[in-house]
């Protein structure tokens, strides 16, 4: 084993996974019909949501049974097995050419190309008030993640003394709520409003954020925390699933596809950017101990962001941009 080769490999990994990823995000209107969208993003949000919950503990078995050569081959073989089902995907099954046709040799240089391009998602993304209010509100609420990613190990494993196994059980239940709340969407009648769904969701999130500490401050009997903790982070889950998927559904409806890979990349770049910086913060504030106060502040802060970016005026554009794509859907399909 050639730890110099891990690291070559995980670096290369790590650089294609956003080619790849956005690529899917671009195309996923040229595979499924527009119609089916909020089925198709249902049951991908919780495929995708999923993972990062039950790889571990795969991981984490696989690891005890196979030893770390095992689990190299293994990752090898899921690599290869995943290109090839790639390569039979049909990826431009409602393509249409007109729509990509562009100005490039317009441009000089493909310096200049790439950066004219990279340009204009982020000017589509900031020249309407409805995009742009999406970005800050997703953005920051990927500042003030700290209660979902960071405070739960804290909580459970050193103020409550739950034992590691317990944690995972909670974590089981996170990747239950993940896969039945896209499920749920995925079968519901489609959202008339999906930013309005979006903000429903922050202001219930915001207000679980209060209650999430108790356990601490309150003298419960262990399975009591347990249940308690068990009960509020499931529905933390399903309400962040009723965030992503409506937002992710808005987006892949209303952006036009010449422009929606640009687009995609660029509101990806721009919402995950306060992520390191929102965990590395609340380690620092969890170590403080003063749990409850730093929850409640940060759901304040949530409901404050969601109910200033998503004004009643942002929300009434982003329908009538929802109805318009609609309708465009049923003439075309009228017309076929």
């Known amino acids: 084993m050639s730890l110099v080769a891990i690291y070559f490999t995980t670096l290369l990994t790590s650089l294609i996974s956003p080619f790849v990823s956005n690529t899917f995000q671009a195309t996923i209107t040229e595979m499924f019909h527009k119609e089916r969208i909020q089925k198709v993003m249902g049951y991908t949000q919780s495929i995708l949501s999923a993972v990062p919950i039950l790889g571990p503990v795969l991981g984490g078995v696989l690891f005890g049974l196979l030893g770390f050569q095992g689990i190299v081959i293994v990752f090898m073989i899921a690599t290869i097995f995943s290109a090839a089902i790639n390569i039979l995907i049909k990826f431009d099954l409602y393509y249409d050419k007109s729509i990509y046709e562009t100005d490039d040799d317009a441009v000089d240089g493909a310096f200049n ?8 998602g982020f000017l589509f993304l900031f020249s309407s008030d409805v995009f742009r209010s999406t970005l ?15 405070f739960p190990e804290i909580m ?9 196994e317990t944690l995972g059980f909670v974590n089981a239940l996170a990747g239950i709520g993940v896969l ?18 979006v903000k429903f969701g922050i202001i219930i999130l915001g207000t679980l954020y209060f209650i999430y500490a108790l356990p601490i401050y309150f003298d419960m009997q262990a399975w009591t925390s347990f249940i308690y903790i ?31 890979g640009r687009a995609l990349s660029a509101f990806s770049m721009f919402a ?18 003063m749990y409850a106060a730093v929850n409640i502040v940060s759901g304040a802060a949530l409901i404050l962001v969601v109910v200033l970016t998503m004004r009643s005026a942002v929300l009434k554009r982003a329908e009538a941009l929802n109805e318009e794509v609609d309708k465009e859907l049923i003439a075309a399909s009228e017309h076929v």
Do not use: W
């Not at 190309?113 to 204009?120: L, S």
């Not at 800050?136 to 960071?150: E, Y």
């Not at 995950?272 to 101990?289: A, C, E, F, K, R």
């Open 230 to 260: 068990a009960i509020v982070g499931f529905t933390i889950i399903v309400t962040l699933q009723f965030i992503n998927v409506p937002a992710g559904i808005f987006l892949q409806k209303c952006i036009p596809q010449h422009i929606k």
């Open 136 to 150: 800050i509100t997703v953005s920051l609420i990927n500042l003030f993640v700290g209660p979902i990613s960071v």
């Open 113 to 120: 190309k790439f950066k004219r391009n990279v340009g204009q």
């Open 272 to 289: 995950m950017s306060l992520s390191p910086l929102g965990t590395i913060l609340y380690g620092v504030l969890y170590d403080t101990g």
């Open 156 to 164: 459970m494993i050193v103020e409550l003394g739950f034992e590691p």
């Open 180 to 197: 039945v709340a896209g499920v749920t969407i995925a079968n519901m009648k489609s959202f008339k409003n999906p930013l309005q769904q």
